[in-house]
């Protein structure tokens, strides 16, 4: 990709395009992205993905969402789009995927997430992480993560063996609250799993950097999407066009380097290793007095009545604050009066809760507790203890962009990557 240095009106600040660094081969990818949901940024993010095929090997295109309403469907949409455009493009760039190839390797998996166990049954999508990574290839496939990660971790049980043939770039923080259950199964029981675990570095693509999930205004669709081809026009209807793409830093990740050095500098941030995955148990409602780092698994295990309510089925909520609304999070019978939930918080906040079932011995109970901004925080017994090739976002102050920890290893590349995708967007002009 050429590289200049640019002065560009887009609430950046001029600076000096760096370089990009080769990548050794072309990688083999799958996206698995909960795309058509909730937040509209995997629109953009795939969007991107299209327009930069050609610098991998993509393999899968999997509809993964542990929450809302997306679908296969909406990636097949995004693929219509690509074709319409994808004559200017490929005029540009032969390497380019065909829009024909993309749906041949498009897959539903999951759609809600996991109960408890954090796994269920196999989908299209999960048999075809499978299917990829037994592949005969000498490379690793890499398993970009926009969503949850529930079709990863029905992949690890249905075949365990998969675990070294795979590379996990996973976007966690809010997916990780919905995904909670499917995070425990696969850090407790595939602990050497390479894996990236990306909480807040991915913030600083976007973010004013003391709100995470802020989207910073820009004027760059008007400069460089405006009226570029179909991709452009439908760009407009997500954020009205300002640049979230949340997911991106995974794809970036690939295109910017070695893969396998994630302590390297990158356009997808840069990492470091963790050794425990943070797992903090209570026996009833927490306290102000109690403190935990934000993403963090927080597990309640309740006393109840014994009953004939089937194991792992749902039986109660926790209720959260959100904005003007409530977030509800289902609570599970695990048998002999025992009754548990997984909640994970996304950001840094003091927390207030609490319980709702028809069971009198769990409804109304209430809770609070402070969480704070340094991951993964100090150690706990019950912790999940990680492999040697876990790694996550850098935790040393100097890395914190604002509140966002980790997010100035990727915020510095946010104008380097938009002037670099501005080439590529002039090419549907």
């Not at 690509?82 to 380019?96: C, I, R, S, T, V």
């Not at 675990?163 to 966690?172: L, P, Q, S």
């Not at 509140?403 to 080439?423: C, Y």
Request: aromatic share 12%; proline share 6%; glycine share 8%.
């Amino acid at each position: 990709m050429k590289k200049t240095i640019l002065m560009i009106c887009l609430g950046f600040v001029a600076t000096q395009v760096v370089a990009q660094e080769p990548v050794p081969i072309k990688p083999r990818v799958l996206i698995s992205t909960d795309i058509g949901g909730t937040d509209p940024d995997d629109n953009q993010s795939m969007t991107h993905l299209l327009m930069y095929s050609d610098f991998i090997k993509l393999e899968g295109l999997v509809s993964s969402p542990s929450y809302g309403q997306g679908s296969k469907e909406e990636i097949l949409r995004m693929i219509n789009l690509y074709e319409k455009d994808f004559p200017k493009l490929q005029g540009h760039n032969k390497d380019l995927a065909e829009p024909d190839y993309l749906r041949s390797i498009t897959k539903q998996g999951r759609k809600g997430g996991a109960p408890f166990r954090g796994y269920q049954t196999s989908t299209e999508g999960s048999e075809w992480i499978i299917k990829c990574a037994k592949e005969k290839n000498d490379q690793p496939l890499w398993v970009l993560v926009w969503g949850g990660l529930e079709d990863l971790a029905q992949a690890l049980h249905d075949s365990p063996e998969i675990r070294n043939r795979i590379k996990v770039y996973w976007i966690g923080g809010p997916n990780k609250k919905w995904s909670a259950n499917s995070y425990a199964y696969i850090v407790e029981n595939f602990p050497d799993l390479w894996f990236i675990e990306v909480n807040s570095s991915y913030y600083g693509f976007f973010s004013d950097n003391n709100v995470p999930d802020s989207v910073k205004s820009s004027d760059y669709y008007d400069r460089y999407i405006n009226e570029a081809g179909h991709l452009g026009k439908d760009f407009k209807n997500y954020y009205n066009g300002e640049i979230k793409m949340g997911d991106t830093p995974s794809l970036l990740y690939m295109l910017d380097g070695n893969p396998d050095k994630p302590m390297r500098e990158s356009w997808g941030g840069s990492f470091e290793k963790i050794n425990h995955s943070p797992r903090i148990v209570f026996n009833k409602p927490s306290s102000l007095k109690d403190t935990v780092a934000f993403c963090s698994i927080l597990e309640f295990h309740l006393q109840g009545p014994k009953t004939n309510i089937p194991k792992d089925s749902v039986c109660f909520w926790m209720e959260v604050p959100y904005g003007k609304s409530v977030q509800k999070w289902p609570g599970y019978h695990l048998g002999n009066g025992e009754y548990v939930i997984r909640y994970i918080p996304k950001k840094a906040e003091t927390l207030h809760y609490k319980f709702t079932s028809e069971i009198p011995e769990l409804d109304a109970l209430e809770g609070s507790m402070v969480v704070d901004n340094h991951w993964p925080g100090k150690k706990h017994e019950s912790d999940y203890l990680l492999g040697n090739n876990w790694y996550s976002d850098k935790s040393d102050k100097e890395f914190y962009d604002g509140k966002l920890q980790g997010g100035k290893t990727i915020q510095k590349w946010r104008t380097n990557v938009l002037m670099d995708w501005a080439e590529r967007w002039n090419w549907l002009r």
